[in-house]
Structure formats: C-alpha cells, structure tokens
C-alpha cells in the first residue's frame, strides 16, 4: 500500500517563528488532507488539497503530486499551534506518523 | 451546522467484555468511517459505512465489527476486549466518501484492563 512519510518528526519554535512541515508520499494520490490534532485528541481539519496550494490565515500548504510532496507552512507561530499535524492520503485515509510541533513563548 | 458526535468519550472495560461506540455524522453526510489510534501503531484504518453497507474495511480481526443506521448514525462493537483494544477510536464523516472530505469527531478514548 502507499506509504506517507512526514519530516521533520518533532519541531520546537520560539513564537513568532515560521515552519515548513513536509508530507512525502510513495503514490499518486486522488485526496490529500492535513490535520491538526489538538491536546484532546480530536482532528481538525486544516487543508484539503490533493493538488495546488491554499491558504487559511497564518497556514499555507501546497500539494505538487506529480512530485508526490505536500507542504504545510506555519508563520508567525503562537503557542496554540502546538500540538501534532498529520498528513493523511487517499480513501480511507492512510496517515503519515505527524510531526509535532511545540511552540515556545 | 453540528459536527461529528461521539459517544461515549471515555470509556474502561474489563479484558473479556464488549463494547459499543456510537458516532452521529453531520447532517446530511453519508458516510461514516471509523479509526483506531494508538501509540504503537499510529492511525489506522478500521470500516468505512455509506447508506448502511459496509464499503471499505481495515486489516482488523473479525472481534471488530460496526453497522450505520438508516439516518446515518453508525456503531463500531468490539467483543473480547483484549488489552491492546486500548486506543483512541475516531469517527469521520463526509458527505459521499470518496475522495470528499473527511471531518472527525472528538474520538473516544477505551481504556482496557
């Protein structure tokens, strides 16, 4: 099956600093999602983007599937960002192992 | 518009006993599908439902098994709990499976000892 591969692993910022988290992917993908798990365990929904680029605020990510990557850029990051961000591909959803991300005040 | 429900939040059981989770979709959304998350093992795959037939399923032993009412709501049982059942159980929904977005409800967290 295809296989997601998320970098960096763990990722500690002081606040105010930007983030690139990459999602690598081992198919071509008809879905692509990122999420952001929050300390309580539930995902949120941050970006559906099987191709192209978009952006919600202070987040931006891009999808170039022919490269099989996606990015998820975090600016001017706020102690409320931290928590873990998975990438997840395809239906039913194959997740990448996140990247959690702590930010510092 | 209401978001993915689930209930209960927490719950522990004994090795041996069974256990029903319940999830209500958004409104107007058709397909259900359900997760298992753990430490060990990360997200996982465990069935997709849409108009109450079981679509997709996951790589799990056959004590696994849910079903989706004809309003949408689904269940997932899981009968002889094993230690290892431990896990966060997360219900996603949306509006036609696929490749539409999914949308989570807050999970429940099983506690098994």
């Known amino acids: 099956g295809i296989q997601v591969e998320q970098s960096p692993p763990d990722l500690i910022l002081q606040e105010g600093a930007n983030s690139t988290l990459r999602c690598n992917f081992s198919?071509?993908?008809?879905?692509l999602q990122w999420f952001h798990q929050n300390p309580w365990g539930q995902l949120i929904n941050l970006f559906y983007i099987p191709s192209g680029t978009k952006q919600n605020g202070r987040l931006s990510a891009t999808t170039v599937a022919t490269e099989r990557y996606s990015l998820l850029y975090i600016s001017s990051s706020q102690t409320t960002d931290s928590g873990v961000y998975f990438c997840a591909v395809n239906t039913p959803l194959v997740f990448g192992k996140g990247t959690r991300l702590s930010v510092i005040a | 518009k209401a978001g993915v429900t689930q209930t209960p939040r927490y719950l522990i059981k004994t090795r041996g006993q069974q256990v029903t989770l319940s999830c209500s979709p958004i409104?107007?959304?058709?397909?259900v599908s359900w997760y298992q998350q753990t430490p060990g093992q990360g997200l996982q795959f465990l069935f997709e439902?849409?108009?109450?037939?079981?679509?997709n399923k996951g790589n799990f032993p056959g004590r696994f098994s849910g079903r989706q009412f004809s309003n949408s709501r689904s269940e997932m049982n899981v009968s002889t709990l094993e230690l290892g059942d431990s896990a966060l159980y997360l219900c996603?929904?949306?509006?036609?499976?696929?490749?539409?977005?999914?949308?989570f409800g807050p999970g429940t967290r099983l506690t098994v000892t």
């Open positions: 198919d071509s993908v008809n879905n």
């Open positions: 996603a929904s949306s509006l036609w499976g696929g490749t539409y977005e999914q949308y």
């Open positions: 409104s107007g959304h058709r397909s």
């Open positions: 439902y849409f108009s109450e037939t079981q679509r």
